[in-house]
């Protein structure tokens, strides 16, 4: 019998073994990866790893996190949501008039996340029923949601009542926005792994076509991940404008492609029907780590932005790599 055709006992097991180390890595590189980062940064400065510092990163990488969630949702089906930089100014400028007008603050903490809510309903039925590509239907929203931001403000920023700005304070040491990130990622983790909706959304990703012709409402499924995903940019617009203790009308500027990377980096597919609200949570705290440990060992912001660019190239890659494999 030839050499080639005879794999011996242990020769197989080896085999098997590096096998699951590989999908092992292949599941988890993100997390993989952030432990490396985090490792890295600590040699370079000790620093890094106190809580203080630990708690400034779940702190910063909060409102990219939960815009992130919200996007994990339009991935998952095979879309994409640039607006919800803009759909989080506008609902905070959008809570901070209500606020303005007298009305209870209270009305604006749910205002801002139901305008957000609106504006990704609208992108949703655009795409959905106005057979839009979702990459027009969200970049004029964006564009939409910044010019009704600046209409309503008049340019300025608006002061944000106490019933909201809590959402920028602290429970003992640690930040309201790490606790709401929290919330957010349990509901996203519930929806996707716990509810038809959610195996709807990866069923659509995953085959449009297969999942129409099986009878899932596929329009109706998809404006629903839009409005969701708009739900998500306003709350997470509520949490940033509560840190600033007041609504910018240029706030969450390009955040969009924050939330999308975090997202790709986390390990979903950009052609859908790959997604975890895990790994959307890793690649948010990704960025978070890169951009803090940079900071303190005092890299420019514009060196910062090359390198945030180089980790999102490599997460794409890493992307069309496994589809390529799969």
């Known amino acids: 019998m030839s050499s080639d055709t005879t794999t011996s006992p242990p020769q197989a097991e080896t085999r098997s073994t590096r096998q699951r180390i590989s999908a092992l890595l292949a599941e988890n590189g993100a997390l993989v990866g952030l432990l490396v980062i985090c490792l890295a940064m600590f040699i370079a400065t000790p620093e890094f790893l106190t809580a203080r510092n630990l708690l400034n990163i779940g702190n910063q990488a909060a409102v990219v996190a939960i815009l992130a969630f919200g996007v994990t949702l339009v991935i998952v089906a095979a879309g994409i949501d640039l607006s919800v930089g803009s759909v989080a100014a506008l609902s905070a400028i959008g809570s901070g008039w209500i606020a303005a007008a007298g009305l209870p603050g209270v009305l604006g903490l749910v205002g801002g996340p139901v305008l957000g809510m609106l504006a990704g309903l609208v992108s949703g039925l655009a795409v959905a029923y106005g057979r839009l590509p979702s990459f027009i239907a969200t970049l004029a929203m964006l564009s939409i949601a910044r010019g009704l931001t600046l209409v309503i403000s008049g340019g300025r920023p608006i002061l944000m009542p106490p019933e909201i700005n809590w959402l920028g304070a602290e429970i003992g040491p640690v930040p309201v926005p790490i606790l709401v990130m929290l919330v957010m990622f349990a509901i996203t983790a519930f929806v996707l792994n716990r509810t038809v909706f959610g195996r709807s959304l990866y069923a659509i990703g995953g085959n449009h076509e297969a999942a129409r012709l099986s009878?899932?409402?596929?329009?109706r499924i998809t404006a629903r991940a839009y409005a969701l995903s708009g739900l998500f940019a306003g709350i997470a617009g509520l949490v940033l404008a509560a840190r600033l203790e007041s609504a910018q009308p240029q706030a969450a500027d390009t955040y969009e492609l924050d939330a999308i990377a975090a997202v790709v980096i986390g390990g979903a597919s950009l052609a859908g029907g790959r997604g975890k609200a895990t790994g959307t949570l890793v690649g948010a705290l990704v960025l978070a780590v890169i951009r803090n440990g940079l900071n303190l060992l005092n890299v420019s912001a514009f060196w910062q932005?090359?390198?945030?660019?180089?980790?999102?190239?490599?997460?794409?890659?890493?992307?069309?790599?496994?589809?390529?494999?799969?």
């Open 305 to 326: 932005q090359v390198v945030i660019g180089l980790v999102i190239a490599l997460a794409v890659g890493a992307d069309v790599l496994r589809r390529r494999i799969s």
């Open 215 to 219: 009878g899932l409402p596929v329009k």
